[in-house]
């Protein structure tokens, strides 16, 4: 239908755009954040209203249309919308029940954003895509629809870690076998040492020394448990004695060898010193450190060794012993047989001292043998050859 253009309108016509106006051609409004000049004459409706009537209107100067939140609605060309954190525009109508924008190419995304922050996790509360909770001390974003109950934790496939942080400042011991729940995030003393829990866990199957991949250490100490016994299981920096010194282990020990064989296991950290008593060739096994007496004499274990003749402190050739003390061993009369190092005897009234092992088929006596040597020297007695004399 041909259309008539009056030409005593001079300036275009700025109207407001509802339903049941008439517009005349060259009439603009504004509408969704752009304008529109009329390029037809007509009654306004749904039907024909700007960027939906292609017959009636004209885009002019396109621009945007900030709404606010997103609603479940209609929204003309333009139309700015936040959801999730996020900004979004539409560049056509949207009509009512065609989702949220961050799930609908009716949408595009013009500033991307972590979300809304709503504080503490609440169980009680729903939450929304984007909303932004703090939970056992770390952040996390809602990336569904999320009802109460379904913790981050719990439900992590509906949230997003932004950033992780620990359940502080209270410290839960736990026990190793022992049934206790652990979430994310929390703080535990184990043997002494603190960790950060990695993940939902019960303590009766994980413990940060066994299960580590589920605990980050944040302060590293050493748990000192006493001697070492074979029956007892042992962790990572456990500190004990054992043969005179201190030994950490170095790795989960269960039912092993001591720190002096089960190397692999266990790291010295330092060596000291311990009475054994009186050296013994059915002892078993000496280590360094050890001090022992033999023939009045005190010996220090310079070598780990298990106990025997060939070892004794005395031996010729033995590389095990050190002499720390000299001393004697007094044995009274000589008589044939066997001495060892520093045993004195007394023989023709003189007082000897072995100064090597004296076998039992050695037949020289002192006096004669290259193995003793003269501490004091003594005189026969006189007395009865004087009394003698007297009666004569």
Known sequence: ??????????????????????????????????????????????????????????????????????????????SVVTYGGSAYVNTQVVSTGTGAPDNNNLWSVIASGIGTYIGNYNSASSYGVGDVVIYRGSTYRANQSVVGGETPTSTGAKWDLISFGFNGPAVSTLTAGASQAFEKGDIVKFRNS?????????????????DSSNYTTLIEGENHVGAWTASTTYYPRDVTT????????????????????????????????GGRGAWSASTGDYFVGDVVN???????????????????????????????????????????????????V???????????????????????STGFSEMVRGYPDTSAITFAIALG
Request: aromatic share 12%; glycine share 10%.
């Open 242 to 273: 054992f043969g005179n010194a201190t030994w950490k282990a170095t790795a989960y020990a269960v039912s092993q060898s001591n720190p002096r064989v089960a190397t692999s296991f266990w790291t010295k950290l330092t060596s000291g010193i």
């Open 1 to 78: 239908m041909p259309q008539t253009l009056n030409l005593g309108r001079i300036m275009p016509k700025k109207k407001t755009w509802t339903t049941g106006i008439d517009f005349e051609i060259l009439d603009f409004v504004e509408y969704g954040g752009s304008y529109y000049t009329a390029i037809s004459n007509h009654t306004s409706s749904v039907a024909n209203k700007p960027g939906t009537g292609t017959n009636e209107w004209e885009l002019v100067a396109a621009g945007l249309n900030f709404i606010g939140g997103w609603q479940n609605q209609e929204y003309a060309p333009n």
């Open 346 to 368: 007394v023989y023709n009234q003189s007082s000897w001292v072995a100064t090597r092992t004296i076998l039992a088929t050695e037949t020289e006596t002192p006096n004669l």
């Open 294 to 344: 033999h023939f009045g004499s005190g010996y220090i274990c310079i070598l780990d060794h298990s106990s025997s003749d060939a070892q004794r402190p005395t031996a010729t050739g033995q590389s095990a012993w050190e002499l720390i003390v000299g001393g004697f061993k007094f044995e009274g009369n000589w008589a044939q047989g066997a001495y060892d190092t520093g045993s004195v």
């Open 194 to 210: 603190i960790y950060i829990v990695q993940a939902n866990l019960n303590s009766s199957s994980s413990n940060p020394q066994i």
